[in-house]
């Protein structure tokens, strides 16, 4: 097949989102900085406001994310005072990670990095919500095609 497409860097849609991915740390660094969290702590957080006390494999399966790559992300939530980790009284073989008071303060302090995202992307909202919805559509395609 000697007519087999050439695309060139820019038009290969996955460093497209990669390159974006980077683009979206440099803004979240100095604002989750101030925070004193990382962005996949910061992930995590965030799925803990949604809905305390979920399980490991419950909060893994929202960020697509192993427990083995998501347990010492708790740990270190958990060292520096924002969760806890307990087994699940009716499941032993479940670890439920809830919020502390100081988790959950950190959402006020939070409260402003969603907005200065939003800014910092330089689009209206309505795009981006029609963008997000494409993107965990192709994400979901994906998926399905990988398993």
């Known amino acids: 097949m000697a007519d087999k497409l050439k695309l060139t860097l820019d038009q290969l849609l996955c460093f497209s ?3 974006t991915g980077h683009a979206f740390n440099r803004i979240y660094k100095p604002l989750l900085d101030k925070v004193g969290l990382t962005y996949p702590q ?28 998501l347990t010492p ?6 060292t520096a005072g924002l969760v806890t980790r307990e ?11 809830a919020l502390t008071d100081q988790g959950r303060s ?4 939070a ?10 992307c330089g689009m209206n909202l309505d795009d ?13 395609a ?3 095609s990988a398993s």
């Open 17 to 19: 989102v990669y390159s």
């Open 42 to 69: 910061y992930l995590v957080m965030v799925v803990l406001w949604q809905e305390d006390r979920q399980t490991v494999r419950g909060i893994g399966s929202k960020l697509f994310l192993e427990s083995n790559t």
């Open 73 to 78: 992300l708790i740990k270190r939530l958990e």
């Open 87 to 97: 087994r699940d009284r009716d499941d032993e073989r479940q670890v439920r990670v």
């Open 106 to 109: 950190l959402q006020d302090e």
């Open 111 to 120: 409260a402003d990095v969603p907005g200065c995202v939003v800014e910092a």
């Open 128 to 140: 981006l919500v029609d963008l997000n919805r494409k993107l965990a559509r192709l994400r979901n």
């Open 142 to 144: 994906l998926e399905q």
